[in-house]
T-cell receptor
Framework: DAKTTQPPSMDCAEGRAANLPCNHSTISGNEYVYWYRQIHSQGPQYIIHGLKNNETNEMASLIITEDRKSSTLILPHATLRDTAVYYCIVHGSSNTGKLIFGQGTTLQVKP | EAGVTQFPSHSVIEKGQTVTLRCDPISGHDNLYWYRRVMGKEIKFLLHFVKESKQDESGMPNNRFLAERTGGTYSTLKVQPAELEDSGVYFC????????????FGNGTRLTVT
């Protein structure tokens, strides 16, 4: 699976949009981009995933660039409960379930 | 639906003892995974079951670790004998089936070996 690069930390004001970037310049054609987060003392939580089109669900939006070398996770109205470590993971269907977690981005939502 | 449940939530044992961790996946999920995070490190894959069969155990650190999933329902991960470096948080996850299905994680078992 391709390697990802994320900033180690970010701050966001409560109620504002949080935009978390991820670089995955070596992504291959059949690899998806997944986002998970880990809130303190809990297990990782799936947020969203996509292949090449932008995706939106009740939690977040995922914007993938046309060349697929980077993506942005958007939390439209961040709350204090969104404070967590966010992981961007590139994963291909040939490697079922074997996710490679990096260091992630620690998002601190501030009042 | 009920989520992935893990038991115990915490375990403190002495070096050389045996510990067994249990994971109950979401009902109907054929895929079950074990991951762990040791102190200061990233979350690492240990192994993957499809029903009762081990699909990939490439992440198992050594033969002191034994995972089972008899009957294809719940799974156990036994560490025998435990060493200090086994301390960490052990996560279980399950997924429905297709390769790109998202994983649903439990809240983990925090293992401390003293």
């Amino acid at each position: 699976d391709a390697k990802t690069t994320q900033p180690p930390s970010m701050d966001c004001a409560e109620g504002r949009a949080a935009n978390l970037p991820c670089n995955h310049s070596t992504i291959s054609g059949n690899e998806y981009v997944y986002w998970y987060r880990q809130i303190h003392s809990q297990g990782p939580q799936y947020i969203i995933h996509g292949l090449k089109n932008n995706e939106t669900n009740e939690m977040a939006s995922l914007i993938i660039t046309e060349d697929r070398k980077s993506s942005t996770l958007i939390l439209p109205h961040a709350t204090l409960r969104d404070t967590a470590v966010y992981y961007c993971i590139v994963h291909g269907s040939s490697n079922t379930g074997k996710l490679i977690f990096g260091q992630g981005t620690t998002l601190q939502v501030k009042p | 639906e009920a989520g992935v449940t893990q038991f115990p939530s915490h375990s403190v044992i002495e070096k050389g003892q045996t510990v067994t961790l249990r994971c109950d996946p979401i009902s109907g999920h054929d895929n079950l995974y074990w991951y762990r995070r040791v102190m200061g490190k990233e979350i690492k894959f240990l192994l993957h079951f499809v029903k009762e069969s081990k699909q990939d155990e490439s992440g198992m650190p050594n033969n002191r670790f034994l995972a089972e999933r008899t009957g294809g329902t719940y799974s156990t991960l036994k560490v025998q004998p435990a060493e200090l470096e086994d301390s960490g948080v052990y996560f279980c996850a399950s997924s429905r089936g297709p390769p790109n299905s998202p994983l649903h994680f439990g809240n983990g078992t925090r293992l401390t070996v003293t």
